[in-house]
C-alpha cells in the first residue's frame, strides 16, 4: 500500500492513524484512571482524537478506496503509519501523560502550521481540530508539571516515563520525501518550524516539571510502518470485534 | 411538500440530545435549511470532532421532519467555518445558565485552552468566585467548576 500511495494519502494516513492508535491508548482508561475526573479527561480525549481520525480518513478516502472503517479495522500492522510513540502502553498513569504531553507539545503547532494549508480540506480540519488540542496540551502540560514538581515518588514515576518515552519523539519529528513534496506545494508546515515549536514547549515545560529527557539512541519506523512490538497487541484488541463479524451493524 | 418556513420553526424546536435546555438553533449548529429539489437538506456544523450526539442529532432532525410531513430528509455535513461556541444564541446561553451550566467566555478563540484562567459566574448564586476541578466533564463540551461562595460545583461550557 505504501509504495503507491501519494504523498497526500501518506500525510492524511499518519495524522490518521497517529488520533486513532492514541485515542485507543487513551480509550483504554475508561473505567481504570486514578480518580474519577482523570477517567473522564481520557475517555473524552480518546473521543476527540477518533473523531480527527474519521476526517483524516475521509480526506484520503477517494483515493485509498476504503472507508474509515475499513482503514482502522482492517489494514495489518505493517500498512499503519503512525508513530512509535502513540503505540507505545500506557503502563501506569504518569506514563499515559507524559505520551499524551509530548505528542501535544508535536501535535498543537502541526495543527496550527496546517490551518493555514493551501489545501482546504486539510485547512478546514485543522482549523477545527486546534481547538480541541488546545484543551489537551492545557491538560497534559499542567499534569506533568505538578506531578513532576511533585512528591518523590510522583517525581520519580515522571522521570521514568520521560525516560521511557523521550526517544520515540524522533519518530514524530521524522520526515521522509512525501513531507517534502507537501512542504513545497504548501500543504503542510516545514518540519523544522514544528521541531522548533516542540523544543520550545517541552524544554520549557520540562524544566518547570524537574525532568530531564536522556541522552542516548533515539527511535524511528512508525511512519513507514515498522513498528515496537506493542502495536500487534493493540490491533489484536481493536480489530477483533470487526474482524469476527465484518459488516456487522448495531 | 413541507413549506420551508415550517421546516424551519421545526428544526428549532429539536432539543441537543446531550444538553435538552437548549435546541438545535440555540447552539448554533444548524447552517442552513433548504430544498434541493424534493429532498429537505439541513446542514449541521458538528461540535466537537468526535461529540457522540452528532449522529443522534441527524437522526433526530430526520426523525421529527419526517414526522411532521416532510417526504424526503437529508442532513449534510459542513465542516468550514468551524463551529464556535460564540454562535450560541443569547438566549441559548440564558437556557443553559437556567439548566445550571455557566454558558461559555464570549470570544472564544482568545481563551480555547485556559481553563485555569477562567472564572465563570457561577449559574447557581451568581458568585464570580469560582475556580476550576477539572477540565472534562459529563461531556467533551463542557468542565468542572466549584462555587467558594455556595459552595456548590457546577458545569462550564467550554468556549471553544
Request: proline share 6%; charged share 20%.
Amino acid at each position: 500500500m505504501n509504495d503507491v500511495m501519494t504523498p497526500f494519502a501518506t500525510f492524511c494516513l499518519r495524522m490518521g492513524d497517529n488520533a486513532l492508535i492514541l485515542g485507543q491508548r487513551t480509550g483504554e482508561w475508561c473505567g481504570h484512571a486514578p480518580v474519577l475526573e482523570e477517567d473522564i479527561a481520557f475517555a473524552n480525549m480518546g473521543l476527540d482524537l477518533i473523531g480527527q481520525t474519521q476526517h483524516w480518513y475521509g480526506l484520503a478516502a477517494d483515493e485509498l478506496g476504503q472507508s474509515p472503517d475499513e482503514l482502522a479495522f482492517f489494514r495489518g500492522e505493517r500498512e499503519f503509519l503512525n508513530t512509535l510513540l502513540v503505540e507505545q502502553p500506557n503502563i501506569d498513569f504518569a506514563h499515559a501523560l507524559m505520551r499524551q504531553y509530548l505528542f501535544d507539545a508535536w501535535h498543537l503547532p502541526m495543527l496550527e502550521g496546517l490551518a493555514g494549508s493551501t489545501h482546504q480540506g486539510i485547512a478546514d480540519l485543522a482549523a477545527k481540530a486546534v481547538k480541541e488540542v488546545r484543551y489537551h496540551i492545557d491538560r497534559s502540560r499542567d499534569l506533568i508539571i505538578r506531578l513532576g514538581d511533585g512528591s518523590e515518588e510522583s517525581h520519580a514515576k515522571m522521570q521514568d516515563a520521560l525516560t521511557w518515552l523521550w526517544p520515540f519523539t524522533a519518530d514524530l519529528l521524522a520526515r521522509d520525501a512525501a513531507d517534502d513534496a507537501l512542504v513545497a506545494e504548501g500543504v503542510i508546515p516545514d518540519g523544522d518550524a514544528i521541531k522548533a515549536a516542540f523544543e520550545r514547549e517541552t524544554t520549557k515545560a520540562l524544566a518547570q516539571a524537574t525532568l530531564t529527557p536522556p541522552d542516548g539512541p533515539r527511535r524511528t519506523g512508525g511512519r513507514t510502518g515498522n513498528h515496537s512490538e506493542h502495536m500487534g497487541y493493540l490491533l489484536a484488541v481493536m480489530q477483533s470485534v470487526p474482524r469476527a463479524h465484518p459488516g456487522a451493524r448495531w | 411538500m413541507l413549506p420551508l418556513d415550517d421546516a424551519r420553526a421545526l428544526v428549532a424546536t429539536i432539543p441537543d440530545p446531550e444538553i435538552p435546555a437548549v435546541s438545535l438553533t440555540d447552539l448554533g449548529i444548524v447552517r442552513d435549511v433548504a430544498y434541493d429539489a424534493d429532498t429537505l437538506v439541513v446542514t449541521v456544523t458538528p461540535t466537537y470532532t468526535g461529540c457522540p450526539a452528532t449522529a443522534v442529532i441527524a437522526l433526530d432532525i430526520e426523525t421529527e421532519l419526517l414526522r411532521r410531513g416532510a417526504e424526503k430528509v437529508r442532513v449534510d455535513t459542513r465542516m468550514s467555518p468551524a463551529w464556535t461556541t460564540d454562535w450560541i444564541t443569547p438566549e441559548g446561553r440564558e437556557k443553559l445558565r437556567a439548566y445550571g451550566i455557566a454558558p461559555p467566555a464570549v470570544a472564544a478563540a482568545n481563551c480555547a485552552g485556559m481553563l485555569s484562567a477562567q472564572h465563570p459566574d457561577c449559574p447557581l448564586c451568581g458568585s464570580s468566585d469560582t475556580s476550576l476541578i477539572s477540565g472534562r466533564g459529563s461531556t467533551p463540551c463542557k468542565a468542572q467548576f466549584r462555587c467558594a461562595t455556595c459552595l456548590e460545583p457546577f458545569d462550564y461550557f467550554k468556549a471553544i
